[in-house]
């Protein structure tokens, strides 16, 4: 059964950084592309950043240059760090694995 758990949420202000965590299991993760989306209050869920297999990554336009997007294949953990964080981004931040298994949603809040 393929699984994802996300972890890393929490309170932040303005400005400030946030490393979330994935971390999979019941497939071949590092055959596997990983990607991070996101729902705000009252909005559609939106893709935020994707990492493949070979470590290609791509990034939605509103968060390009303050995300980053890793991988661990050893722990089978996919990583969203966040820095200079804006109120926009507040959201529940789900991962999701290739066979479109979603996380549980872990949620990050940024203060003004």
């Known amino acids: 059964q393929v699984r994802a758990v996300e972890s890393g949420g929490g309170l932040v202000q303005a400005g400030g950084s946030l490393r979330l965590s994935c971390t999979a299991s019941g497939f071949n993760f590092s055959r596997n592309y990983m990607a991070w989306h996101r729902q705000a209050p009252g909005r559609q869920r939106e893709f935020v950043a994707v990492i493949h297999e070979g470590g290609n990554t791509k990034y939605a336009d509103s968060v390009k240059g303050r995300f980053t997007i890793s991988r661990d294949n050893t722990k089978n953990t996919a990583y969203l760090q966040m820095s200079g964080l804006k109120p926009e981004d507040t959201a529940v931040y789900y991962c999701?694995?290739?066979?479109?298994?979603w996380g549980q949603g872990t949620r990050v809040t940024v203060s003004s």
């Open positions: 999701k694995t290739a066979s479109n298994t």
